[in-house]
């Protein structure tokens, strides 16, 4: 259909874990252009993963020059953001950075965090947060405790802590705002920051942005820049924007977002209280139960890396798991949901001198499979159901033989949805409700998210996964404390 300058369009802005990537998408859903470009992760010591909050920044104007610059652009109705969780970085009261941004792989904060955590008592995490939400490595309190300790300078300085969508918001407008979805582990139900765990870290309080609403408007662009006074909505964090992009917002629904991590997610109105699980607040009528790992498509780079191939090609090369494979835990910088576990590493099992590189990648991607399984199985026992479909997209499912094998592992048909970009799309449809272009945002994911290709599980690889899952689950247990030795 030909497009006019005034046809409205929405913008949607994720900045991941490895790229910064965008959509122009018209009021029908049309994909009128995209962007997407990769920015550096440094690993200076062990333990310490950085990312430039500038390259987040710079990205994000130069997706927006590229929309700006389009003869289909249209009238931009708003832009949306979305981006990388626990990832935190230190700005002064300009706005500057003070220190490299720590990535939610970063684990320095790790004895901080257990320290705080063990101060807490599970009824007041449930109390505070609706939900025995640990204390972790990327959490904001744990990483504001390590910087009062260990560059108590940078920490005086210290304006505000904040995690990438919202130093990118801050850059294009100049307002600083976070939303409380957002804010794992510091909101509770009521979507206020829990002011009694916060005052556990002097300070830690008048450091934080202001809480709003995902779909209000947290300003305008600002003048000078592409698209100056288009509104910028305040959005929210990559699971539950991706959730939308992947068409997942009935009670009931399942999704699987795949990319530099795996991310389980089950939208419920239940909650049962459930160690590990990320619960987030009701908002909107959803109540999403998530559960991140720590890696996903990661460990698919490290193998091709490790094996000397391209990664589509060991992906494809890649071979189907049989009852005498070798297992892989995939915990390479150790592990999120749902164990938490910061001392766990990545551990081969039953390698023969028959093993190659295809069985050595089939291991790691059962691997990754199995512990997005575990997340899972944690996210049915919070939400109190198990449901029949998994709605999967992000760029970790490219693979056809890797769906393949997750449908296996899972028992469950795996429908992938179109595109790669399932953040940006999501960001897109919160920028469509918060600007009134769409009535609500059922009825813009409903819009935008298709279907791609269908994977239906075997019955016999189904029951051979569930016995390899059970080893799996022990390999972890028995070799938990070799790994934390070695840590």
């Known amino acids: 259909m030909p497009t006019t300058a005034t046809d409205p369009t929405l913008i949607g802005i994720d900045i991941g874990t490895t790229a910064v990537k965008a959509v122009l998408l018209g009021r029908d859903g049309q994909r009128r252009a995209a962007f997407s470009r990769p920015y550096p992760t440094r690993r200076p010591a062990e333990g310490r993963v950085e990312q430039d909050a500038g390259d987040w920044a710079r990205l994000a104007r130069e997706a927006l020059a590229l929309f700006a610059a389009h003869p289909d652009r249209g009238e931009v109705a708003g832009i949306g953001l979305t981006a990388q969780v626990g ?68 920490w005086a300085r210290t304006a505000v802590v904040m995690q990438p969508k919202d130093y990118v918001a801050a850059s294009l407008t100049g307002q600083v705002a976070a939303d409380p979805l957002s804010a794992i582990g510091m909101a509770g139900t009521d979507l206020r920051y829990a002011g009694a765990l916060i005052a556990l870290v ?26 100056a006074g288009t509104p910028v909505f305040t959005g929210t964090m990559d699971a539950w924007v991706s959730m939308l992009g992947l068409g997942v917002a009935a009670e009931g629904s399942a999704m699987y977002l795949s990319g530099t991590s795996e991310v389980m997610g089950i939208v419920s109105a239940t909650r049962l209280p459930e160690p590990g699980v990320v619960t987030f607040p009701g908002w909107a009528g959803i109540t999403l139960h998530a559960g991140p790992t720590q890696a996903g498509g990661a460990a698919l780079v490290w193998v091709a890396r490790l094996t000397g191939q391209d990664v589509g090609a060991a992906a494809s090369g890649a071979a189907m798991p049989e009852a005498t494979s070798p297992l892989f835990l995939p915990h390479l910088q150790g592990e999120r949901a749902p164990l938490w576990d910061a001392s766990a590493r990545g551990t081969f099992a039953g390698l023969t001198l028959g093993d190659g590189a295809p069985e050595v990648t089939g291991a790691v991607l059962e691997g990754v499979a199995f512990a997005a399984r575990l997340s899972f199985e944690a996210l049915t026992r919070s939400a109190g159901l198990r449901p029949g479909l998994l709605r999967a997209g992000g760029g970790g499912m490219a693979s056809d033989r890797w769906c393949k094998i997750r449908a296996d592992a899972f028992g469950l048909p795996l429908q992938r949805m179109t595109g790669t970009d399932p953040g940006a799309v999501g960001a897109a449809v919160m920028a469509g409700a918060g600007s009134g272009l769409m009535a609500d945002l059922v009825q813009a994911a409903a819009l935008l998210a298709t279907p791609e290709q269908l994977f239906t599980p075997d019955a016999g690889a189904s029951a051979r996964a569930d016995r390899r899952f059970a080893l799996w689950q022990e390999l972890y247990a028995q070799i938990r404390p070799i790994n934390a030795a070695l840590a």
């Open 87 to 154: 990832t935190h970085v230190f700005v002064g009261a300009d706005l500057a950075p003070l220190a490299p941004a720590m990535v939610w792989q970063d684990t320095r904060a790790a004895a901080a965090g257990a320290a705080l955590d063990a101060r807490i008592a599970p009824a007041d995490k449930l109390a505070w947060l609706g939900a025995p939400i640990p204390v972790d490595a990327s959490h904001p309190l744990a990483r504001m405790a390590w910087m009062a300790t260990a560059a108590p300078g940078t």
């Open 202 to 227: 002097p300070g830690a309080a008048e450091r934080l942005p202001p809480l709003v609403d995902p779909l209000a408007e947290v300003g305008r662009i600002a003048p000078g820049l592409p698209l």
